[in-house]
């Protein structure tokens, strides 16, 4: 039925994060590829990749959604963070072969006062330089909130990235519905009409992932704070409506919400109860 997990951390490696996402109800799940804040990343092993992937197909798991670090900005002004952003996509990009056949989600970025057309392009520039043909890693774009100078708070702004990467089936989109929500797409009482102008500006092939989590705030606000199933504007209907949509079916489904592995284990149990 439906594909859900939450973002799952261990210091004890790849076979160790598959076995807490399965102890939480989950069948999917995303990992930041290194510490989240960004650095250096540690190295992966390959004995241990390949038991995440038996457990994974084992026990039927959906596709895994990678997270990129929240400092990664491929369309920074400044050089130094831009270029260490690059090679960091580049690298990561190389590090997701060792669980091949999964997404590789990120922010698009913020293009801190030097435009969005500047911006677009520096992101098509990153992913032209990072993405090789042969890889099985499918790159998603986030939906972002439009907090600041980010890139990817309108469908549109996606759309023109993608149309100038040139590894056209590597990349996608992730649906966050805090973002979006906050984006001011009314994701609840007008669900087949966002889900339509989704469609005719990017396309619902490109949809792969959706990150689920209820809002702080108002549609249209802005602000990107994530909530709790049910605690937050989007509320427990909207919720349940998004999840049920039949056009988000067969998707992986994230949990980005601010609870601790209980929190996760009951919103995932939740979730399934409505199938
Ligand atoms: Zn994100
Ligand atoms: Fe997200
Ligand atoms: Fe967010």
Same mark, same amino acid.
């Given at each position: 039925m439906i594909k859900i997990g939450n973002h799952v951390t261990s210091s004890k490696g790849y076979a160790a994060m598959g076995k807490i996402a399965l102890e939480l109800g989950g069948d999917t799940f995303a990992f930041f590829t290194r510490n989240p804040r960004g650095g250096k990343a540690k190295e992966i092993s390959t004995a241990d990749a390949e038991k995440l992937c038996v457990l994974l197909e084992q026990n039927s798991f959906g596709k895994l959604v990678a997270h990129a670090p929240y400092t990664m900005n491929v369309c920074a002004a400044r050089e130094d963070v831009r270029q260490f952003s690059w090679e960091m996509i580049a690298e990561d990009l190389v590090r997701m072969e060792h669980t091949p056949g999964n997404y590789y989600n990120f922010?698009?970025? +913020?293009?801190v006062g030097q435009g969005t057309e500047i911006g677009i392009q520096l992101i098509a520039d990153a992913l032209n330089a990072a993405?090789?043909?042969?890889?099985s890693t499918i790159v998603l774009l986030e939906t972002m909130?439009?907090?600041?100078?980010?890139?990817?708070?309108?469908?549109e702004e996606l759309r023109a990235i993608i149309d100038r990467?040139? +590894?056209?089936?590597k990349v996608g989109v992730c649906l966050d519905t805090c973002h979006v929500w906050d984006g001011g797409y009314d994701l609840v009482n007008h669900p087949d009409e966002v889900l339509e102008e989704f469609d005719r500006i990017i396309g619902l092939d490109r949809l792969h992932a959706i990150h689920f989590n209820d809002s702080m705030n108002e549609c249209g606000s802005h602000k990107d704070r994530h909530q709790k199933l049910g605690e937050g504007k989007i509320g427990l209907e909207g919720m349940k409506r998004i999840a049920l949509h039949p056009l988000l079916q067969g998707k992986p489904f994230i949990l980005e919400t601010p609870n601790d592995d209980e929190g996760y284990a009951r919103e995932i149990a939740l979730v399934r109860s409505w199938f």
């Amino acid at each position: 039925m439906i594909k859900i997990g939450n973002h799952v951390t261990s210091s004890k490696g790849y076979a160790a994060m598959g076995k807490i996402a399965l102890e939480l109800g989950g069948d999917t799940f995303a990992f930041f590829t290194r510490n989240p804040r960004g650095g250096k990343a540690k190295e992966i092993s390959t004995a241990d990749a390949e038991k995440l992937c038996v457990l994974l197909e084992q026990n039927s798991f959906g596709k895994l959604v990678a997270h990129a670090p929240y400092t990664m900005n491929v369309c920074a002004a400044r050089e130094d963070v831009r270029q260490f952003s690059w090679e960091m996509i580049a690298e990561d990009l190389v590090r997701m072969e060792h669980t091949p056949g999964n997404y590789y989600n990120f922010h698009p970025g +913020c293009h801190v006062g030097q435009g969005t057309e500047i911006g677009i392009q520096l992101i098509a520039d990153a992913l032209n330089a990072a993405i090789r043909p042969q890889q099985s890693t499918i790159v998603l774009l986030e939906t972002m909130a439009g907090k600041g100078s980010e890139i990817g708070g309108r469908f549109e702004e996606l759309r023109a990235i993608i149309d100038r990467v040139s +590894c056209q089936d590597k990349v996608g989109v992730c649906l966050d519905t805090c973002h979006v929500w906050d984006g001011g797409y009314d994701l609840v009482n007008h669900p087949d009409e966002v889900l339509e102008e989704f469609d005719r500006i990017i396309g619902l092939d490109r949809l792969h992932a959706i990150h689920f989590n209820d809002s702080m705030n108002e549609c249209g606000s802005h602000k990107d704070r994530h909530q709790k199933l049910g605690e937050g504007k989007i509320g427990l209907e909207g919720m349940k409506r998004i999840a049920l949509h039949p056009l988000l079916q067969g998707k992986p489904f994230i949990l980005e919400t601010p609870n601790d592995d209980e929190g996760y284990a009951r919103e995932i149990a939740l979730v399934r109860s409505w199938f």
